[in-house]
């Protein structure tokens, strides 16, 4: 095997065999791939693609670059992965809910990236929780609790800690094939039975339109399929935020309200939950319409708070989270409205703006080594097509400080728009099946 030759067949689109890119995904993680002929193979498969098998070889071959977990338990072990949004704390609901179902969910998850919230940065508002646990523990709480939502260890897929550092110093993290390849090893690596993926379209997502939704979509569950995991996907609305809520605390605090069976709280949060918890059960060979309802009971019987609870308390966080959130999650000292400027229908909704701008208050990072504060965000963010007053509350500010509220405030006013009424997008707005 030879870096060098496997670089210049990509240059010359021609498909690299899987022995190939095999090695080469183990290369990465041992270094007997440079950092120069990482850097070079990273910009062929940008420039000119890889073919669905050899997408499907280098995301197995990047999985097993490390540990990858075996599992032997009452149920199936199933997951689930966003591309992610704003407002959209699913996981923190969707994994003690299919925990409650006689699920396994084992979710290796990420942190804030760019305008969107990371579901680890979320879980860590809970004083006393922490989401680096050994491999041991992982499994552990898992099988006892059926759920655990934890950072990756550097044995999970390290080609891809690899590879991904250096495509984002060479401008090649926008290859759909490095995408693919980057999300499912990790997942991939939990030793899933079955998998769903959430791939968000609109203007709080990473992917704006439609067709670059289906684009990646198809080739997420193209490659998982491929790679021997059942995976279903669908494409949903992200032309406002999922939840009333972004930040941190602010996040874990709905959730913890549809836990308690309130949907009312976060309706598109918990009927996105429900449809995606459904769509994985029947992945793993589950009546759709069926799961629907047990997940529905699950939640508003108070069987998955029983769960979240458990997992909380097991990973150092306060044992009584499901009774007293209020008194445990961090309050921003500084919280006022932000009135609207007219009279009108919210007719649209920028979303990447106001992800970034609880980053600008503290909720994100702008460098890696920023400390987020978890107390600060936006609550009470009115959906698309709601009738406004001039003066009435658009959103909620939760600052540190009077002028970064003042700032905030601003920014959401020109991220708002308030005009005549439009039609608002379905929530789901297209599946894809394996």
């Not at 003690?96 to 084992?106: G, K, Q, R, W």
């Not at 490095?178 to 997942?187: E, F, G, H, M």
Request: hydrophobic share 45%; with cysteine; glycine share 10%.
């Amino acid at each position: 095997m030879d870096a060098r030759a496997i670089i210049a067949k990509i240059r010359r689109e021609q498909d690299p065999t899987s022995a190939e890119l095999t090695w080469f995904a183990n290369g990465l993680a041992t270094r007997a791939v440079s950092d120069a002929q990482a850097g070079a193979f990273a910009m062929a498969v940008c420039l000119k693609g890889l073919s669905d098998e050899g997408r499907v070889a280098l995301t197995t071959g990047m999985r097993d670059s490390g540990d990858v977990m075996k599992w032997n338990l009452q149920g199936p072990v199933l997951d689930k992965h966003s591309t992610g949004g704003v407002g959209d704390p699913v996981s923190l609901i969707l994994a003690p809910a299919l925990a409650a179902c006689d699920v396994f969910v084992p979710m290796v998850s990420g942190r804030g990236l760019g305008h969107t919230g990371g579901t680890l940065d979320k879980l860590e508002a809970i004083p006393g929780l922490k989401t680096t646990q050994t491999a041991a523990s992982f499994r552990k709480i898992t099988s006892e609790i059926g759920c655990a939502i934890v950072s990756p260890t550097s044995a999970i897929a390290p080609a891809d800690k690899r590879l991904y550092a250096i495509r984002d110093v060479t401008a090649t993290v926008e290859s759909v094939d490095l995408i693919c390849a980057s999300i499912l090893s990790k997942k991939l690596a939990a030793g899933l039975d079955g998998l769903v993926l959430d791939v968000k379209a609109g203007s709080g997502a990473f992917m704006k339109t439609v067709a670059e939704a289906e684009t990646l979509a198809r080739a997420l569950t193209t490659t998982a399929n491929g790679a021997g995991t059942p995976t279903a996907a669908f494409i949903t609305d992200m032309s406002q935020p999922l939840a009333p809520s972004l930040g941190n605390a602010l996040e874990v605090a709905v959730c913890l309200e549809v836990l308690s069976g309130n949907r009312a709280a976060a309706p598109r949060l918990h009927d996105l939950v429900v449809a995606l918890c459904a769509r994985v059960l029947a992945v793993s060979g589950h009546a759709e319409g069926e799961a629907e309802e047990r997940v529905s009971a699950a939640i508003s019987s108070g069987h998955a708070m029983v769960c979240f609870a458990a997992m909380v308390r097991a990973m150092g966080g306060p044992p009584d989270i499901a009774d007293d959130w209020h008194t445990h999650l961090p309050k921003a000292p500084v919280v006022g409205d932000v009135p609207a400027p007219r009279s009108g229908i919210i007719t649209s909704i920028v979303g990447e703006a106001l992800g970034l701008t609880v980053v600008q208050m503290g909720g994100g990072r702008q460098i890696e080594t920023d400390r987020i504060d978890p107390r600060v965000g936006l609550s009470d963010v009115r959906p698309l097509g709601t009738k406004i007053e001039r003066g009435d509350p658009i959103a909620t500010i939760h600052a540190a400080d009077e002028d970064s509220a003042q700032a905030a405030a601003h920014a959401i006013l020109r991220a708002i728009t308030i005009g005549e009424p439009v039609e608002i997008p379905d929530l789901i707005i297209d599946r894809i099946d394996p």
